[in-house]
């Protein structure tokens, strides 16, 4: 249902919505970045609620993740569920898992539920540890089961931090055990209560292990019926790259940040964004209160773009893919230094200091100011694999592609991604083949499949539109 189509990139449809129902919580996570805890003030009422899912009914979305907080303990969190469901999109909810009991998980199911993730950060001792309360790893897992048993295919989504890294294969025993299927994985970023935890965060140099780790558990885990999904501000253009952001069997890659194109937050008081993650200054468009929301939508997203896509600046400003990467995860890069346009935290550039001799670190030189989602400030610091301070000159020189807007092709020897035009692979040197990479990946069957579903899908948003437009309901499209 995320998977985006042509007509929705250029008519800019909401495809998918995260929604945070609430700021209450019944966790005390030390990596939250919106710092939940208690309700946001004045959040929006049941009524308000359903106005806005009509809307994004009409607007084209087809799936609303309900988050928190904790999105449960909303009283109305099942009539919420009911109108997202008879508006005829696709609902999901995100939790923690603490006390959702099988009783609860039924009446979701019931209600309308189509899909549920289960936040776990690691093994017991470190989930608990991460999520501030004990036996929360044990409820989590149970969470897992019970989803499962009503009939959901659940999902998890676990943090990957200097805590939980080293103990991802045990994580991944853990939940597939428990009944997971889908492990969706991103990294602790240092906004929010994260800001405060800076031995928490991982150092760039620590990303080529660690991603080399979730690259094998990727190939375990497709081999068992188990899917690993990354998140954002996972990647990007290393030797693993193909294998994060594939929706089917066929290789995928990064393209540049979503926010505010297909992609749309809203917080619990009705605040917009054009992104859950980030924050509502630059990246946000007014409130559901103050005016339609296709308005907000059509006014927000031409000026949330633009903050999305500065100019790259750095290592990546020189960057061999800067033209389809953009820098990767806006919100990771506005968050370490500042202003998005520069990611330290990137597999390519990791990995290519380390060729050169050296790595980077970053650390705090200023607290953050304790509100949702804000940020501290941090300065990056390049020095050699032993920890010797080295000056800005140490990097390495720029690289240009010979094509920078042309195709991207797959070495089938070494991961790695080129431009089309190159005399040879960038990664290892051999000729450039159109191929796939070692592996079970699927033929163009299943593509052509995936985008018949995409056409009849967007028929489908088109006669929904016609039918609210005439003054008819979803129910007859």
């Given at each position: 249902?995320?998977?985006?189509?042509?007509?929705?990139?250029?008519?800019?449809?909401?495809?998918?919505?995260?929604?945070?129902?609430?700021?209450?919580?019944?966790?005390?996570?030390?990596?939250?970045?919106?710092?939940?805890?208690?309700?946001?003030?004045?959040?929006?009422?049941?009524?308000?609620?359903r106005s806005v899912?009509?809307?994004?009914?009409?607007?084209?979305?087809?799936?609303?993740?309900?988050?928190?907080?904790?999105?449960?303990?909303?009283?109305?969190?099942?009539?919420?569920?009911?109108?997202?469901?008879?508006?005829?999109?696709?609902?999901?909810?995100?939790?923690?898992?603490?006390?959702?009991?099988?009783?609860?998980?039924?009446?979701?199911?019931?209600?309308?539920?189509?899909?549920?993730?289960?936040?776990?950060?690691?093994?017991?001792?470190?989930?608990?540890?991460?999520?501030?309360?004990?036996?929360?790893?044990?409820?989590?897992?149970?969470?897992?089961s019970e989803f499962?048993?009503?009939?959901?295919?659940?999902?998890?989504?676990?943090?990957?931090?200097?805590?939980?890294?080293?103990?991802?294969?045990?994580?991944?025993?853990?939940?597939?055990?428990?009944?997971?299927?889908?492990?969706?994985?991103?990294?602790?970023?240092?906004?929010?209560?994260?800001?405060?935890?800076?031995?928490?965060?991982?150092?760039?140099?620590?990303?080529?292990?660690?991603?080399?780790?979730?690259?094998?558990?990727?190939?375990?885990?497709?081999?068992?019926?188990?899917?690993?999904?990354?998140?954002?501000?996972?990647?990007?253009?290393?030797?693993?790259?193909?294998?994060?952001?594939?929706?089917?069997?066929?290789?995928?890659?990064?393209?540049?940040?979503?926010?505010?194109?297909?992609?749309?937050?809203?917080?619990?008081?009705?605040?917009?964004?054009?992104?859950?993650?980030?924050?509502?200054?630059?990246?946000?468009?007014?409130?559901?209160?103050?005016?339609?929301?296709?308005?907000?939508?059509?006014?927000?997203?031409?000026?949330?773009?633009?903050?999305?896509?500065?100019?790259?600046?750095?290592?990546?400003?020189?960057?061999?893919?800067?033209?389809?990467?953009?820098?990767?995860?806006?919100?990771?890069?506005?968050?370490?230094?500042?202003?998005?346009?520069?990611?330290?935290?990137?597999?390519?550039?990791a990995r290519t200091?380390?060729?050169?001799?050296?790595?980077?670190?970053?650390?705090?030189?200023?607290?953050?100011?304790?509100?949702?989602?804000?940020?501290?400030?941090?300065?990056?610091?390049?020095?050699?694999?032993?920890?010797?301070?080295?000056?800005?000159?140490?990097?390495?020189?720029?690289?240009?592609?010979?094509?920078?807007?042309?195709?991207?092709?797959?070495?089938?020897?070494?991961?790695?991604?080129?431009?089309?035009?190159?005399?040879?692979?960038?990664?290892?040197?051999?000729?450039?083949?159109?191929?796939?990479?070692?592996?079970?990946?699927?033929?163009?069957?299943?593509?052509?499949?995936?985008?018949?579903?995409?056409?009849?899908?967007?028929?489908?948003?088109?006669?929904?539109?016609?039918?609210?437009?005439?003054?008819?309901?979803?129910?007859?499209?």
């Amino acid at each position: 249902m995320r998977v985006r189509s042509a007509l929705d990139q250029q008519a800019r449809h909401p495809v998918h919505v995260v929604w945070e129902l609430t700021l209450a919580c019944n966790l005390r996570c030390s990596h939250c970045g919106s710092r939940a805890g208690r309700p946001r003030q004045d959040e929006l009422s049941l009524a308000e609620i359903r106005s806005v899912v009509d809307e994004l009914a009409a607007m084209g979305t087809r799936e609303i993740s309900l988050i928190g907080g904790e999105a449960y303990l909303r009283r109305d969190w099942l009539d919420i569920i009911r109108a997202v469901s008879e508006a005829g999109i696709r609902c999901g909810l995100q939790t923690g898992g603490r006390a959702l009991s099988r009783a609860k998980i039924e009446a979701a199911v019931a209600a309308g539920l189509d899909a549920a993730g289960v936040s776990v950060d690691g093994t017991e001792a470190v989930h608990d540890r991460l999520r501030g309360v004990p036996g929360s790893f044990r409820q989590a897992l149970n969470a897992i089961s019970e989803f499962a048993r009503a009939g959901i295919k659940p999902g998890c989504n676990t943090q990957i931090n200097r805590l939980s890294a080293p103990v991802l294969e045990e994580t991944f025993e853990e939940i597939f055990a428990a009944g997971a299927r889908l492990w969706q994985i991103q990294l602790t970023v240092p906004a929010g209560n994260a800001a405060e935890q800076a031995d928490l965060i991982l150092q760039p140099w620590q990303i080529p292990e660690t991603y080399d780790t979730l690259a094998r558990l990727f190939e375990r885990g497709r081999r068992s019926g188990f899917r690993l999904f990354a998140g954002n501000n996972i990647g990007y253009y290393g030797p693993h790259e193909h294998l994060w952001r594939t929706m089917t069997d066929e290789p995928a890659y990064w393209d540049g940040c979503g926010a505010a194109e297909t992609g749309l937050a809203i917080e619990a008081d009705g605040a917009v964004k054009g992104c859950p993650s980030l924050h509502k200054g630059e990246y946000g468009g007014g409130n559901v209160r103050d005016a339609p929301l296709a308005e907000i939508w059509a006014a927000m997203s031409g000026a949330v773009r633009a903050n999305v896509e500065r100019p790259a600046w750095g290592f990546c400003g020189g960057c061999y893919y800067r033209s389809v990467c953009k820098s990767g995860c806006t919100w990771t890069a506005g968050a370490i230094l500042g202003v998005p346009g520069n990611n330290p935290l990137c597999d390519h550039r990791a990995r290519t200091l380390r060729a050169a001799g050296m790595r980077e670190r970053f650390e705090q030189v200023a607290p953050a100011p304790g509100e949702p989602f804000d940020q501290a400030e941090w300065r990056l610091i390049a020095e050699t694999l032993d920890g010797v301070k080295l000056p800005e000159s140490a990097y390495p020189d720029p690289v240009s592609p010979r094509n920078p807007n042309g195709a991207m092709l797959l070495c089938r020897h070494c991961g790695y991604y080129s431009f089309e035009g190159e005399e040879g692979c960038v990664g290892c040197g051999a000729a450039l083949e159109a191929e796939a990479p070692p592996g079970d990946f699927a033929g163009p069957e299943e593509m052509t499949g995936l985008l018949e579903r995409l056409a009849m899908l967007d028929a489908r948003h088109a006669l929904r539109l016609a039918a609210i437009r005439a003054g008819g309901t979803v129910e007859a499209v």
